[in-house]
T-cell receptor
Framework: DTEVTQTPKHLVMGMTNKKSLKCEQH?????MYWYKQKAKKPPELMFV???????INESVPSRFSPECPNSSLLNLHLHALQPEDSALYLC?????????????????FGPGTRLTVL | AQSVAQPEDQVNVAEGNPLTVKCTYS??????LFWYVQYPNRGLQFLLK??????LVKGSYGFEAEFNKSQTSFHLKKPSALVSDSALYFC?????????????FGRGTSLIVHP
């Protein structure tokens, strides 16, 4: 099973709201990622968690707050977003992160959450 | 530094004809190369990868890609295109000797297969 699930599928929020995106995988992967993707553009890396610890934060504004409660779950907490934050938010996982390659490198993506900020 | 280029924004092909989606890369060492496909309003799906070994890599849905070190290319191919292959295709590269553990994605190529 190479499935990564994400909820909700769609989210509409105002600039003063607080919401959370959720991601789950049961492949035993130890690396999890958040990406932001604008229409017809490549995904942009936001955060990487490795063994439940934040390994990379690509200078993401503090209105995005990631959380990794356990090895299967990844959350992205949203607060005071701007309309330009509207995008598809993708979660991905891989077997490992800082490894020598092979199967550990393959990232498996969830279907994404389509976020609209009004 | 690692980088990848997909020179075509869009590729048009008739159903039943062979298709090629181009990808070239730049790394300092030996690359790890990946192809992903994205259908509308969906996440990226892994198609195939090259790490080492045979230069011709076979992947999902009848796709294959050939690693060409001299031309620094990793073009995606399929002998006979289907309308259902219409999607956005991303090439990605990682340079394990460059100290980066995260792949860099190309800008994407939109493949349109006409009936």
């Amino acid at each position: 099973d190479t499935e990564v699930t994400q909820t909700p599928k769609h989210l509409v929020m105002g600039m003063t709201n607080k919401k959370s995106l959720k991601c789950e995988q049961h492949m035993g992967h130890r690396a999890m990622y958040w990406y932001k993707q604008k229409a017809k553009k490549p995904p942009e890396l936001m955060f990487v968690y490795s063994y439940e610890k934040l390994s990379i934060n690509e200078s993401v504004p503090s209105r995005f707050s990631p959380e990794c409660p356990n090895s299967s779950l990844l959350n992205l907490h949203l607060h005071a977003l701007q309309p330009e934050d509207s995008a598809l938010y993708l979660c991905a996982s891989s077997q490992d992160y800082a490894s020598a390659g092979g199967p550990a490198d393959t990232q498996y993506f969830g279907p994404g959450t389509r976020l609209t900020v009004l | 530094a690692q980088s990848v280029a997909q020179p075509e924004d869009q590729v048009n092909v008739a159903e039943g004809n062979p298709l090629t989606v181009k990808c070239t890369y730049s790394v300092s060492g030996n690359p790890y190369l990946f192809w992903y496909v994205q259908y509308p309003n969906r996440g990226l799906q892994f198609l195939l990868k090259y790490i080492t070994g045979d230069n011709l890599v076979k992947g999902s849905y009848g796709f294959e890609a050939e690693f060409n070190k001299s031309q620094t290319s990793f073009h995606l191919k399929k002998p006979s295109a289907l309308v259902s292959d219409s999607a956005l295709y991303f090439c990605a590269v990682r340079d394990p000797s460059g100290g980066s553990y995260i792949p860099t994605f190309g800008r994407g190529t939109s493949l349109i297969v006409h009936p």
